[in-house]
């Protein structure tokens, strides 16, 4: 069974920095480029950012360019979100899934960022 599982969040202050995990299995992980994605409830779900299936390209909004980094284990079948200087707008439960043929959501973690 294709099964995603997030993990990594957390109460962080302003400026502080976490790392969120995603692990995937039941599909074939590194033939599978990868997005993680937020959501604050009452609001829409938004993508944060891409990586392809190699972990060569990456891709990010504009709000977390130069912040946030993407990149991959494919020997682990894990996803990784490298979160630095968060601000309070970066609050939000993080899925993580895949950029084609998306499986259903996960639980997700939650980011607060909060003083």
């Known amino acids: 069974q294709d099964q995603i599982v997030e993990s990594g969040g957390g109460l962080v202050q302003p400026g502080g920095s976490l790392r969120l995990s995603c692990v995937a299995s039941?599909?074939?992980?590194?033939?599978?480029?990868m997005r993680w994605h937020r959501q604050v409830p009452g609001k829409e779900r938004e993508w944060v950012a891409t990586i392809t299936s190699s972990g060569d390209k990456t891709d990010y909004r504009a709000s977390v360019q130069g912040r946030f980094t993407i990149s991959r284990d494919n020997t682990q079948n894990t996803v990784y979100l490298q979160m630095n200087s968060l601000k309070s707008e970066d609050t939000a439960i993080y899925y993580c899934n895949r950029k084609i043929f998306r499986l259903p959501w996960g639980q997700g973690t939650q980011v607060t960022v909060s003083s």
């Open positions: 039941g599909f074939s992980f590194r033939s599978a480029a």
